[in-house]
T-cell receptor, first 116, second 108 residues
Framework: ETGVTQSPTHLIKTRGQQVTLRCSSQ?????VSWYQQALGQGPQFIFQ???????GRGNFPPRFSGLQFPNYSSELNVNALELDDSALYLC???????????????FGQGTRLTVV | GEDVEQSLFLSVREGDSSVINCTYT??????LYWYKQEPGAGLQLLTY?????DMKQDQRLTVLLNKKDKHLSLRIADTQTGDSAIYFC????????FGKGTRLHILP
């Protein structure tokens, strides 16, 4: 158990809909990162939040957005869902910024999103 | 650009050593990681190595880093059935970049 919990565990949505995925960070961690893992692929970095501000973004369109709250829990929002958005979405929490330091990232179990 | 490559499959007999190889492109990576993912589970950090090291041993796990060739390997000694999983190599500078994963299959 990493202390990082994600909800829901599974979700089915229709193309064009919007979805919100949630992540509760490990206690005391102020940084959260979100990853998309398509079937048979490695996780792809979506973005990172540090103290409620976006701090780094991968190659994902603006319809992928996020929030980090004062208690450091986080949300990933995806608008106008496409079939290719079907994937396992992982969040990882850590203490401090990841740049240049070995701040271990603890991953949640993920939310499996299916878009039909 | 940043890229991490690793072979997709490896089959090993129980009790033998497993060696999973990885190459990466970002020479500014400060840390290199090996993660394990079991079916239906998230990612578990197995071990990591700082970029100025060339070897790290942790019980049954040995990580070798050849920084000149940008080559990383993970050796699992005395492979057990519980080691069956997907193993991801990853590099980190400002974000973690993962490879596609190597599926380790254990033969009886």
């Amino acid at each position: 158990e990493t202390g990082v919990t994600q909800s829901p565990t599974h979700l089915i949505k229709t193309r064009g809909q919007q979805v919100t995925l949630r992540c509760s960070s490990q206690s005391g961690h102020n940084t959260v990162s979100w990853y998309q893992q398509a079937l048979g692929q490695g996780p792809q970095f979506i973005f990172q939040y540090y103290r409620e501000e976006e701090n780094g973004r991968g190659n994902f369109p603006p319809r992928f957005s996020g929030l980090q709250f004062p208690n450091y829990s986080s949300e990933l929002n995806v608008n106008a869902l496409e079939l290719d958005d079907s994937a396992l979405y992982l969040c990882a929490s850590s203490l401090g910024l990841s740049t240049g330091s070995n701040t271990e990232a603890f991953f949640g179990q993920g939310t499996r999103l299916t878009v039909v | 650009g940043e890229d991490v490559e690793q072979s997709l499959f490896l089959s090993v007999r129980e009790g033998d050593s497993s060696v999973i190889n990885c190459t990466y492109t970002d020479s500014s990576s400060t840390y290199l990681y090996w993660y394990k993912q079991e079916p239906g589970a998230g990612l578990q950090l197995l071990t990591y190595i700082f970029s100025n090291m060339d070897m790290k041993q942790d019980q049954r796990l040995t990580v070798l880093l050849n920084k000149k060739d940008k080559h990383l390997s993970l050796r699992i000694a005395d492979t057990q059935t519980g080691d069956s999983a997907i193993y991801f190599c990853a590099e980190k500078d400002d974000k973690i970049i993962f490879g596609k994963g190597t599926r380790l299959h254990i033969l009886p």
